[in-house]
């Protein structure tokens, strides 16, 4: 009798990446598949891949070659890249590395069991075909089964989502929408994962609701311009209204949403996010640049005042939301005088958490085609650490602000620390707390706030069933 087939998938990129590997695992455990512990471990490898930057792709590029020694030794193992590496360099990926059987793009994951059972019978076949080749020539490659599934598969989304599969207990992620319609001129994603394609309220509530009646309590909605919602889907569909619909569900406590776009956080959103307790406090709200001059060759389509004036509105009606961001530096023609109003912004705003990236030309887009890469790497690095420099500063003056303060904290697990546990705030903040006790796993403890570090709070565990007479008097929990 043959062994149960074994698959080891690997993610890169960004959260709706995270998403669709847990899509594709979910599909392949139904069909028969389960995980294996190492890539030498399995039958079938998946590399679930990102094409944002450069960077991303390069530690793809050098898997493959990995894989393709792999391949020599094992002809039968199947190999696949899926996501947006899969949907941009097709070709090549087709007529250059023979050793990738399985070719398939963000929206055509929906059907992925099927696609692999296919590559693996092929493999079987072409084992023997490679058995006789190896009689020849001793350093013959294995060639892949060539099937390619590009963009008119099955998306994730329109599958019947398998709940019980899924890697935390209590948190989860939703899928509202798919691709973008924004015109950034530095951005490849609107190519890799075309139009938007908002999901309707219903099927959203009810997947929502499925994931809470198995114990999810904490859910996060995905989406590019997440707050743009809906617009695909008429007027009154906005995400407003989709949280105002996911507020009602008993069980769930906490809700929250990525990654948004300034220019559609507007009154109704405001008073939502004012308005509805269950939705975490805090906003991604990536500026990239604080230059106007610049924000207008990114096509982004506001200017610094304008993004501020959007904070100002956020921040009258429901001023516990802590703000994050992205920043790009570097982009084509960025001079010193741009990146001054960029640290401007951060500092008008202070954020509690930023990404900043050097600038990373993709092949195709505007900014790639129409600028010219001339800031050098050394300047980029340079203003990359500045910017991190003025961002923690504010991290560390916020952190230590909530010292003797009493925050609830979703439980995640243990903490890299031994001895102790971590979780996260309402406001996304991670505390670390002694603890040792797995039960705790998807609980909503209190914690006192006792010391800020750099990135995260630690603090002391307080009883859940303690007299609400403030953080002192409560009773310390030991590990
Ligand atoms: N170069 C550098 N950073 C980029 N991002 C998107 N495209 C590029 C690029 N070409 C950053 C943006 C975005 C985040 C996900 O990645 O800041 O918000
Ligand atoms: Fe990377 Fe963007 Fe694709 Fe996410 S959508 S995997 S960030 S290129």
């Known amino acids: 009798m043959s062994r149960t087939p074994r ?20 599909r392949l455990v139904a069909s028969g598949y389960e995980r294996a512990g190492s890539e030498q471990d399995a039958d079938v490898v998946l590399l679930n891949t990102c094409s944002v930057r450069q960077h991303a792709e390069d530690r793809v590029w050098s898997r493959l070659g990995v894989l393709r020694q792999e391949k020599r030794q094992r002809p039968e193992l199947v190999v696949g890249v899926l996501g947006c590496m899969a949907q941009e360099h097709r070709r090549y990926l087709q007529a250059r590395m023979p050793h990738v059987d399985l070719v398939v793009g963000p929206s055509a994951f929906g059907d992925i069991d099927q696609q ?17 080749a190896v009689q020849k020539d001793p350093r013959a490659t294995p060639g892949g ?85 809906g617009r695909d889907l008429g007027r009154d569909v906005t995400l407003a209204r989709l949280l105002r619909a996911l507020h009602e569900i008993p069980s769930l406590r906490r809700l929250a949403f990525i990654t948004s776009h300034p220019n559609f956080l507007n009154r109704e959103l405001v008073d939502a996010l004012a308005g509805l307790d269950k939705v975490s406090r805090f906003l991604h709200l990536p500026a990239q640049s604080g230059s106007n001059r ?32 992205d920043w790009i530096v570097g982009f084509p023609g ?52 500045i910017l991190l420099e003025v961002q923690e500063r504010h991290t560390a003056e916020k952190n230590q602000a909530l010292v003797g303060q009493v925050e609830e904290v979703l439980v995640e697990g243990p903490s890299k620390v031994e001895g102790r546990y971590s979780g996260r705030t309402r406001q996304h903040r991670i505390v670390h707390f002694a603890a040792d006790d797995p ?41």
Not at 117 to 130: D, G, W
Not at 150 to 167: F, K, N
Not at 184 to 206: D, F, L, W
């Open 145 to 229: 089964a060539g099937i390619v599934t590009v963009d008119h598969g099955v998306s994730g989304d329109t599958i019947h989502r398998d709940v019980r599969v899924r890697p935390h207990r209590s948190q989860a992620y939703v899928s509202v929408m798919r691709g973008c319609n924004m015109p950034c001129a530095y951005c490849i994603v609107p190519t890799t994962r075309g139009a938007e394609i908002s999901r309707p309220i219903a099927q959203i509530v009810e997947e929502a609701q499925r994931l809470c009646d198995d114990g999810v309590t904490e859910i996060t909605l995905l989406g590019q311009t997440v707050n743009a919602y």
């Open 439 to 479: 039960a705790l796993i998807g609980r909503y403890v209190p914690v006192r706030i006792d010391e800020a570090l750099g990135h995260s709070l630690v603090g002391v565990r307080l009883a859940e069933n303690a007299a609400e007479d403030g953080a002192r008097a409560r009773t310390e929990v030991r590990a």
């Open 7 to 26: 698959y080891f998938l690997q993610s890169y990129g960004c959260q709706m990446n995270k998403l669709d590997s847990e899509l594709v695992e979910s």
């Open 334 to 385: 960025e001079t010193e005088e741009d990146f001054a109003k960029t640290i401007e912004l951060m500092e008008a705003v202070r954020f509690a958490q930023s990404y900043v990236f050097k600038y990373s030309p993709r092949p195709g887009t505007l900014a790639a085609e129409q600028g010219v890469d001339d800031v050098p790497d050394d300047v980029k690095a340079e203003r990359n650490r």
């Open 294 to 325: 610049v924000l207008k060759a990114m096509r982004r389509g506001y200017t610094f005042e304008r993004y501020v004036a959007r904070i100002e509105l956020l921040r009258e009606a429901a001023p516990d939301y802590e703000l994050h961001s």
């Open 116 to 132: 692999v059972e296919r590559a693996r019978s092929e493999a079987a076949a072409r084992r023997v075909a490679h058995e006789e």
